[in-house]
């Protein structure tokens, strides 16, 4: 069973409710840092920069003591900028992240089949369709929608005890009929869950398999 890095993202898209994004992605980043399931990139549609949307998230990162790491493209935006990250393939597992600005949600797409490493993957959006075009082309093991990425774990899922979180493709050894042939990609439909609630709002997922 193969575990790459977890590089997670959050896609905060231009039709987000800012709000809910607030909520997810500090749950994403602070819930549990050191998990491979946190978020370690923040994505946002370049419209958020003029939004408020932006400064308001990087306030509530900042009030959570999250040391936070500036894209190139975002460094160009800001009047002052400390020198631009290099390398977003890095899993920190503590209160740190990358923040990266992008054009469109083919964008934000590209940089996570780029530099992610197929773990887990949410986008932020009350766009349906933007919704439904991120979960079908980003090749990720879970991809969800309006939820944190914490709830990417086995126990959650209804797994029981879990084993790992595998990133893999084919996992078959041996004789392979055509289900060896098959693998899965955990889709996740949500509007603002997180784990520091989850005892109140898990009930009201929607999860699917493909």
């Known amino acids: 069973m193969g575990h790459a890095e977890g590089i997670c ?12 994004a607030k909520r997810i992605v500090v749950d994403a980043k602070c ?3 050191a998990a491979c399931n946190a978020m370690e990139t923040l994505l946002l549609h370049k419209s958020h920069l003029t939004s408020g949307v932006f400064h308001s998230l990087m306030d509530e990162l900042k009030r959570n003591s999250v040391k936070i790491h500036i894209g190139p493209r975002l460094a160009m935006h800001l009047p002052i900028s ?3 990250l290099e390398d977003f393939g890095v899993e920190y597992g503590a209160l740190e992240c990358n923040v990266e600005i992008v054009d469109t949600l083919q964008d934000a797409v590209q940089h996570i089949h780029t530099h992610g490493s197929s773990h887990t993957d949410v986008i932020v959006t009350e766009d349906e369709t933007a919704a439904e075009e991120f979960t079908s082309t980003v090749d990720s ?3 969800f929608v309006n939820c944190s ?3 990417a774990d086995g126990y959650r899922f209804g797994l029981g005890a879990e084993v790992g979180i595998s990133t893999s493709r084919i996992h078959a050894r ?4 055509i289900q060896g042939l098959l693998t899965t990609k955990w889709v996740l439909v949500g509007n603002g869950q997180v784990i520091v609630i989850e005892h109140i709002i898990l009930c ?3 999860l699917f398999v493909q």
């Open 9 to 20: 993202h959050v896609y905060v898209d231009k039709g987000c409710d800012a709000e809910q």
């Open 149 to 151: 990425s914490r709830f």
């Open 82 to 84: 400390p020198k631009p």
């Open 204 to 206: 009201s997922l929607v």
């Open 31 to 33: 819930n549990y840092p």
């Open 141 to 143: 093991a879970c991809v």
């Open 174 to 177: 041996g004789p392979v009929g």
